[in-house]
């Protein structure tokens, strides 16, 4: 049997001599490298707000709770899809669903990819995820996914609801980077970056939300600085 070309290109990159990457360039010396943690906190909420999130704050799972049941009676939320990351997993939210008139989805409730698919972006109106780390610089949140964390909950449904504990804040991308792909550790295959809901000016220059994934993005920030 032949080899077709993409057989030919991989086996000539197995081949390959092996670089070493070049040295990452130095730090900056970045105002956000000094905040402390209250800073860190105050300065994500900030850059947060900037960039079009709805931002609220919680002591622990119980006011989190409180705050989706805000939410949800708010913009009239009946049906969600939620991730099972360590984040949200604690908080129950199928029972919570119960409580609050709210019909509450997994990845696991589906039978197969396709309904999934389905439920993610024509059954559902809001997607509930925790992230892994979110950037006070930038009011980045960053999410890497696994089978609890699937992309879809956070980029297909209208509405993205984040749940951020506030000790995964990092001052800087440098900061999340360090911890991703640090020395030694496995690099995650797959994760996303959101800074904001999806926009657009592509078309005649027009801003436009919700294009490429959720129109409104809402944080809610769960935790106190320690000191």
Known sequence: MSKTVKDEILDRLKVAPQKEPP??????PLNE????????IEKLVETLTLIGCDVH???DSEETLEKLTE???AEGLTRILASEDDVVSPLDLPEWGKKSNVEVFTAKDCRDREEFKRVA???VEAGVTGVDFAVAESGTLCLVHDEKQPRLVSLAPIRHIAVVPVDRIRPVYESVTDELFA???KAPSHLTFISGPSMTGDIQAT?????????TVTVILVGQASS
């Open 23 to 28: 040295p990452r360039p130095m730090m900056p």
């Open 33 to 40: 490298l000094a905040l402390n943690e209250e800073e860190g």
């Open 57 to 59: 704050r919680a002591r």
């Open 71 to 73: 939410i949800a009676r």
């Open 121 to 123: 972006f024509e059954e």
């Open 183 to 185: 020395a030694g550790g």
């Open 207 to 215: 801003l436009f939300r919700g294009m490429h994934g959720p129109k």
